[in-house]
């Protein structure tokens, strides 16, 4: 008789565990989407149940101008570092192993793997000192210093869906003489395409979402949505702040899902 395999979910009380795991996850998080409903501003007491605080989030000009930038930033932040990775992962993908490949492999994924708060004192000085020499300033810092950030966010998903391609199809495209551009673009390009997408929804995510290099990048009235609700946290909690969290929450969920889906599709 042929013994069982072992498996861990088998083990007594991993199911308790991985429900204690999940609890202490989400029940923040549901909390502060239950709250966002709130009537009262006194974040202990309930009320009445009220779409209140989403009113006036959406009334305020501050937020309006923050949603903006931190759009604006994110987008081209996705595009700029989906670009980049792109070529990245062409690079290290579609040639012959060579010296120093692993080294290179390792420095783009260097932001996943050195603390956020390091890059952001780096992009900071780096930057101040272009400031300085220059004399020019503006939004371009903050997207320079998010596309740096989401690089390896994009190069993971597009490097994956590059390695599990077949080279058949270029294979041929080139013994029919097509040109290595042509060869990309009606070839590479369309099946590599939803890792691209991917990267680009991940990358966009990331830089929404992203405080700390965000707080040590900007200047003055560059605040995002994310360094806004810090900043409103340190001055007065209200449910306002839940129901700025509770949309921002609602489209990393929906990006999120999307890029599983996409992603779980063409495995």
Known sequence: MAKSSFQVARLPGFATIAMLAFLALYIPI???????????TTMGNWGTFSFSWYEKAWA???????????????SFAAVFSTALATMAALGTTRRRAFKGQTFIYVMINQPLMVPEIVTAVALMI????????????????????????CIPFAYLPIRARLEGMDLTLETAAADLYATPWATFRRVTLPILMPGVVAGLMLSFVVSLDDVVITEFVKSAGQDTLPTYMLGQLRRQLTPEINAISTGLLAIT?????????????ND
């Open 30 to 40: 549901l909390t502060l989407v239950v709250y966002s409903f709130n009537s009262e």
């Open 126 to 149: 780096l930057f101040g000192l272009i400031k300085t020499v220059t004399g020019v300033h503006g939004l371009g810092y903050l997207i320079l210093a998010h596309t740096a950030f």
């Open 60 to 74: 305020n000009q501050a937020v309006k101008d923050a949603t903006i930038r931190s759009l604006v930033i994110a």
């Open 253 to 265: 969920v929906l990006l999120l899902t999307a890029f599983f889906l996409l992603t779980r599709k």
